[in-house]
């Protein structure tokens, strides 16, 4: 975008790009018991290391590739976040912080670097719907033109309080990634498969997917 800058001279033009995903559960029939969820995921896990080499990467959102973004984040919280939620946050921010990947760190931040905000909302599904949404997010992607460009991403993960009883670390992690950048995968082991399985754990596609939108990070 070199032409964009010497054409306005010292002004600056911001572009943000913006991506909003939810998060749904069915709402028939109730969830599975805990027994046979953790049976199912240690044959899954043994399996999917045995070709961890060759594993797919999560999707990334088409907004965030190519990007040149830190791996650093500020994050903040709206008012009128309850401490369940905002526990259920902070446990999602240091999973992803565990990586090494990306470092998410409480504070407001600024302009021009990363950040992540965290909210609630309150949305009815109807009943006849067959699933309920539990949380929405994604990055917005904002490139500053001037005699430098940046580009910054200021991402969103929000929980539906509508369902508080339904929520978990694995659809706040799921919202999280999605603020990060991550997309939908169709690997029921991925915390970014789109419909909840309680899985609180990022699986290795969801790590080489992060990688993908935060390369810095690779040593
Ligand atoms: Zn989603």
Redesign the pocket.
């Known amino acids: 975008m070199r032409w964009l800058s010497r054409l306005l001279g010292l002004g600056i033009i911001i572009m943000g790009l913006w991506t909003w995903?939810?998060?749904i559960l069915p709402q028939l029939p109730t969830p599975a018991t805990p027994t046979t969820t953790s049976a199912s995921q240690s044959s899954t896990s043994s399996s999917s290391a045995a070709s961890a080499s060759n594993t797919p990467a999560t999707p990334t959102e088409s907004i965030v590739s190519g990007m040149p973004l830190a791996n650093t984040y500020a994050y903040h919280f709206d008012n009128g976040v309850p401490a369940r939620e905002q526990a259920l946050f902070k446990q999602a921010v240091a999973a992803y912080n565990h990586t090494g990947i990306v470092t998410l760190t409480a504070g407001a931040g600024g302009a021009t670097q990363n950040m992540v905000t965290f909210g609630v909302y309150h949305k009815q599904m109807a009943t006849n719907n067959g699933t309920f949404e539990l949380g929405h997010g994604g990055p917005q992607i904002i490139r500053r033109y001037g005699l430098t460009t940046t580009t910054v991403n200021h991402g969103s993960a929000q929980l539906n309080l509508t369902y508080a009883s339904e929520l978990s670390l694995s659809v706040a992690m799921?919202?999280l990634g999605?603020a990060l950048g991550l997309d939908?995968s169709t690997a029921v082991t991925s915390v970014?498969y789109?419909v909840d399985q309680g899985v609180t754990t990022l699986s290795a596609a969801d790590l080489a997917g992060l990688r993908a939108i935060y390369p810095a990070a690779q040593h």
């Open positions: 995903r939810d998060t799921h919202e999605h939908h970014m789109p």
